[in-house]
């Protein structure tokens, strides 16, 4: 069983820039969320996807958007970087549904914005 | 809405000691509470859940939690520290439409030799 795998692991990218960040969910699973974690801090959650659509949304800004595939992974796309995006990005899969309780995070990709 | 406090942001143990980590929650419904363990550099790997059953959960590594409802607690124990286990912990609520996680803002474990 491939648990989640995030992509880059780092990345260093410049104000105003826009960035991709790209998840795979662990096998079976069809629900993927995407949390913020600024240092020092628990992690804010983004948003989260279902089969495809968007299915909650964190207090993040419209530049923060998402898309998920038909084989469920996931990327995190953010425009128009600022100072304050710099942070750990986490993505955690788990099997949707009421009483799917438990969300398996990646390694993260620590993003840097100078 | 839910939330989640953790009480005290750094804790320090000898090695052999009791660990006790705090978290307190509030939620206008029953919740699903979570200890997740947070290495440097890493993700956040599930302690444990409560999700309505058992109100002592035990986890894995040695850690266990208890759902006390009249004081909001959901407390993280372990009876023996280890130096493996200097980390991060998160407790979390499950809050809203989908599931989401509420995090508290963790607390960082250290363990003297």
């Known amino acids: 069983e491939t648990g989640v795998t995030q992509s880059p692991t780092h990345l260093i990218k410049t104000r105003g820039q826009q960035v991709t960040l790209r998840c795979s969910s662990q096998?079976?699973?069809?629900?993927v969320s995407w949390y913020q974690q600024a240092l020092g801090q628990g992690p804010q959650f983004i948003f989260q996807?279902?089969?495809?659509?968007?299915?909650g949304r964190g207090n993040f800004p419209p530049r923060f958007s998402g898309l998920q595939f038909p084989n469920y992974s996931s990327e995190l796309n953010v425009n128009a970087l600022e100072l304050d995006d710099s942070a750990l990005y986490l993505c955690?899969?788990?099997?949707?549904?009421?009483?799917?309780?438990?969300?398996?995070f990646g390694p993260g990709t620590r993003l840097t914005v100078t | 809405a839910q939330s989640v406090t953790q009480l005290g942001s750094h804790v320090s143990v000898s090695e052999g000691a009791l660990v006790l980590l705090r978290c307190n929650y509030s939620?206008?419904?029953?919740?699903?509470l979570f200890w997740y363990v947070q290495y440097p550099n890493q993700g956040l790997q599930l302690l444990l859940k409560?999700?309505?059953?058992?109100?002592l959960v035990k986890g894995i590594n040695g850690f266990e939690a208890e759902f006390k409802k009249s004081e909001t607690s959901f407390h993280l124990t372990k009876p023996s520290a280890h130096m493996s286990d200097a980390a991060e912990y998160f407790c979390?609520?499950?809050?809203?439409?989908?599931?989401?996680?509420?995090f508290g803002q963790g607390t960082e474990l250290s363990v003297k030799p």
């Open positions: 409560y999700t309505s059953a058992a109100t």
């Open positions: 939620s206008s419904v029953p919740p699903y």
């Open positions: 996807y279902y089969r495809e659509e968007e299915n």
């Open positions: 955690a899969s788990s099997l949707g549904g009421r009483d799917q309780y438990e969300q398996y």
């Open positions: 979390a609520v499950r809050g809203g439409q989908g599931g989401k996680l509420i």
């Open positions: 096998s079976g699973h069809n629900t």
